[in-house]
């Protein structure tokens, strides 16, 4: 790709970026402006007057047409301010960012655990196909992918909470405060992100390698004298890796997904319950900040899986 | 260490793939004993399935799992291969036995520049300064013909054509000139004048390098200018060997003899027959200035590179029109066009009845989960909507007896098929549509002697009998002789010269005719 052709490539992903968040903050919106419920009402509670409510109005800006509240909206967030939560009275920004380290932090712990264990069972997997080893996996592979997060997370509570006992579950404690702490009260909830999660790209991994295994160019390798092991780390996954950035990409934005529920049930101060609190007190500057902050690192990771996989395909590279 | 008259001893040796149903199932090898002479080149000719692959792996220690050696011995160099460690075994992969494979096109690592792919043979064999390793690279890749090694070595395969990357894996497996070269079918899917060059350099290397080479092929006329001796299986065993002139001119066996006949595709032999055309008829296909290409896609201007640079042709009625050139001159675009699988500017008109078309590799052309029914009756469900099971079944078995399989195929699937069967099931799924015109894409080049008699006879008494016209793509000039009466030569994405069979090949005008005539004498001989 020459200088020019890299600088159009990067211009027309911004720009798709830029679209689909204005796209996410649409619907966001409207969805949220049909749902029954009134934000000053909920606010002031059922004792309040008729006045009251509709002077709160006012003040927050309700009684302006839809179409004008939605552009005043967005305008605030192209300068950066996400406006206040109605609910807590204080910054959108501010408050992703003081419940993002439970959800950043699970998801990367997540993403960790797929990948360390995905990978070495994919390859013992692909080894030989269809004898034992190979069925043990893909039968534990498929029990883990059926069942929901949320049943595997109380699995989980069950097994090391209450059997074991050897985890206290819902004891969280910010990272700057105790960072071995902080990361043995999210290890679990990753866990249950991930056992799906692993499954899945188990799944896929295995076939992908099982599929490079049988291509010329590892019967070339080994004519020329390597050992099953080089052909593996060498060429095998290197070239299933390509096809797989795109499988991972999407596990990844899934993860979040996944969090929201997961933290629910393991009693996490993360972004899902910020989420579920603001949908339940029709709080609307906070729940457009969260999904629109879910969509830019959703987009995001789609774009660096993009970025990724064409740099590593020097097919793609170079044509 | 003492020198040996023979590189490779292969002594009686027994293979099969035992099964815990079937423990003692028909060997794939059987008793096969013989030796490769130090500084020989030694053909080894067969249909598929005879074995050749399998007793070349068995020398490579690279047999396919499952595989299991009941009896004999190998001895390479005085040494017993199937006794010897494992991992000394392997050490020998690259250093005293090199290899160089069928398809060159994916036998690189699409991700590693093609000095990594090579790299990696003296890394495993324990060059550790760079630098050297580099430099015997280089050297080698010069040897075996490029002119710009250094750029070569900076290259992604796909940036190489078909010939080249050969070059490159012929280089990787004599960078440490070992002792045996094992070629598997190297130049089956490379065409003429590329062949030509490939077994010259392969001779070449054999002598510069003191190489023994044990060259395997399904096509006699590659081993007749080539090799020293030639070995024929069948079976699993050897039936015959010789020196080449005695085998190829003066066949003992019975065998043989039927080999070589199949490969000479006499049409006297194969009972082959011309069918009539009348030229002043109208064509069943007219293409008018067929222009295709590669669009590059950018955000604003878009180029375009032309593989095909308006193409003119009219097929007649009962025809076969051959079209020849070399690879890349755009002979698969312009069919894809015909098709219209490719986009293309210009026209191509098919009067009356419909196209069929059968490819090359008959294994990627028929899916393999499904029976060959199926794909008779996918085939016949386009066009033939409102049919009866009774009128449906009629059909599928008429067009199967008329490939010249039976009832007996219909619940087989792909796997269970030969490769010459694969190719008639495809040709019978054409026939079923009644087609007008079948255009053949290298319908040969993927089987084996046999198979290919086989199949050209087929085509050649659809022609007669239903008065189908095909439009045959071939490397393979022989062939063009000996059934089209009419030739098209395809050069650089345009026709440079077409005419009548004879005219054209016996007297051609146009460079890229002259090259490839030259290039087929070289193989063939006069």
Redesign the interface.
């Known amino acids: 790709m020459t200088g020019r ?1 890299t600088a ?2 990067v ?2 992903k911004v720009f798709e970026l830029i679209a689909t968040l204005l796209l996410v903050s649409l619907f966001t919106f409207l969805a949220f402006s049909v749902i029954p419920g009134d934000t000053a009402r909920i606010m002031l509670g059922a004792n309040a007057t008729e006045e009251q409510v509709e002077a709160l109005r006012t003040d927050l800006g309700l009684d302006k047409p839809l179409a004008v509240r939605y552009i005043t909206w967005l305008g605030g967030a192209f300068t950066g301010d996400l406006g206040n939560s109605t609910q807590f009275r204080t910054g959108v920004a501010g408050l992703i960012a003081s419940r993002l380290p439970v959800t950043l932090g699970m998801s990367i712990l997540a993403f960790i655990m797929i990948v360390a264990i995905s990978y070495p069972l994919a390859i013992l997997s692909s080894r ?1 196909p269809g004898k034992l080893a190979d069925q043990i996996c893909s039968v534990l592979g498929h029990v883990l992918f059926a069942i929901p997060p949320f049943v595997l997370s109380l699995l989980l509570i069950l097994i090391f909470g209450s059997i074991l006992k050897n985890f206290t579950i819902g004891n969280y404690v910010a990272p700057n405060v105790d960072f071995g702490i902080y990361l043995q009260s999210l290890l679990l909830p990753a866990f249950a992100i991930a056992l799906p999660k692993i499954a899945m790209t188990f799944k896929f991994l295995r076939s992908s390698i099982i599929e490079q295994k049988a ?3 590892v ?9 099953d092991i ?1 052909i593996m780390f ?2 095998i996954l ?2 299933s890796n ?1 096809s797989s950035i795109t499988i991972i990409s999407l596990v990844l934005s899934d993860i979040l997904g996944g969090s929201l529920i997961v933290e629910q049930v393991f009693n996490l101060p993360g972004l899902g319950r910020l989420l579920l609190s603001a949908i339940s007190q029709r709080d609307f500057p906070l729940l457009s900040g969260i999904v629109f902050y879910l969509a830019l690192v959703t987009v995001l990771l789609y774009f660096a899986a993009d970025i990724f996989s064409s740099l ?4 793609i590279r ?2 | 260490m003492a020198r040996h008259i023979h590189v490779v001893k292969v002594h009686h040796l027994t293979l099969s793939f035992p099964t815990r149903k079937d423990p003692n199932p028909k060997p794939v090898l059987d008793d096969v004993d013989f030796g490769i002479r130090d500084g020989e080149i030694l053909g080894l000719i067969g249909n598929s399935g005879s074995g050749k692959t399998m007793t070349s792996l068995a020398i ?1 220690g ?1 047999l396919p ?1 499952g595989a299991r050696i009941t009896g004999g011995s190998i001895k390479f160099q005085g040494e017993d291969l199937l006794t010897m460690d494992p991992k000394a075994r ?6 005293d ?5 069928q ?1 060159p096109s ?6 590693m520049k093609v000095g990594k ?1 090579l790299d ?2 003296l890394v ?2 324990g060059i550790k300064d760079p630098k050297q390793r580099r430099e015997s690279i280089i050297k080698m890749m010069s040897t075996v013909g490029f002119v710009n090694p250094e750029e070569i070595y900076e290259r ?1 395969p ?2 190489l054509s078909g010939g080249q990357r050969q070059r490159v ?1 012929i280089a ?2 004599a960078l440490l000139a070992p002792k045996l070269l094992i070629c598997d079918e190297p130049t089956s899917s490379l065409d003429t004048v590329t062949t030509v060059q490939i077994l010259d350099l392969l001779k070449d290397l054999c002598r510069k390098l003191h190489m023994t080479i044990l060259f395997i092929s399904h096509d006699l006329s590659a081993v007749r200018n080539f090799c020293d001796r030639v070995m024929v299986m069948k079976d699993g065993k050897i039936i015959d060997k010789d020196t080449t002139s005695d085998i190829l001119n003066n066949p003992k066996n019975a065998y043989t003899a039927e080999l070589l006949t199949s490969a000479r595709l006499d049409p006297r032999m194969l009972g082959i027959e011309r069918a009539h055309v009348d030229y002043s008829s109208s064509p069943v296909l007219t293409a008018k200035g067929i222009t295709a290409g590669y669009r ?1 896609r ?3 201007k878009s180029f375009e590179n032309k593989v095909l640079k308006g193409v003119d042709l009219e097929i007649y009625p009962h025809e076969i029109l051959g079209l020849i050139g070399s690879s890349g001159c755009g002979k698969t675009t312009l069919i894809r066009s015909l098709l219209g699988l490719l986009p293309h500017t210009g026209t191509a008109t098919v009067s009356g009845k419909r196209t069929g078309a059968v490819f090359q590799d008959p294994v990627s052309c028929l899916n393999p989960a499904h029976t060959v029914k199926w794909h008779l009756n996918e085939a016949l469900r386009v066009y033939e909507k409102k049919l009866t099971n009774e009128e449906r079944m009629a059909k599928i078995i008429a067009a199967l007896e008329e490939a010249g399989l039976n009832e007996d195929f219909l619940l087989r699937k792909p796997h269970q098929l030969s490769g010459g069967q694969r190719q008639r099931v495809a040709i019978a799924m054409c026939l079923i549509m009644n087609p007008g015109l079948i255009i053949a894409d290298e319908p040969f080049s993927s089987l084996d002697a046999s198979s290919s008699a086989e199949i050209l006879k087929l085509l050649t008494d659809i022609n007669r009998e239903r008065g189908t016209s095909f439009l045959l793509v071939t490397h393979n000039i022989h062939i063009i002789r000996q059934i089209a009466p009419r030739v098209v030569v395809m050069h650089d994405g345009k026709i440079c010269e077409s005419g009548l069979t004879n005219e054209v090949l016996s007297n051609p005008k146009a460079p890229a005719t002259i090259r490839l005539l030259d290039a087929e004498t070289k193989l063939h001989g006069a």
């Open positions: 052709q159009l490539y211009f027309r030989r291509s010329d160019y019967a070339t390798a080994k004519s020329h004298g390597l050992s080089k060498r060429h290197p070239n390509v590593s395909d020097p097919r170079l044509s | 490579a690279l799992e392997r050490k020998m992969l690259g250093s036995i090199g290899m160089i494979f398809e994916t036998a690189l690592d699409p991700l792919n990696e043979v495993v064999h992604y796909h940036q894996l990787g497996a590059d950018g955000f604003g």
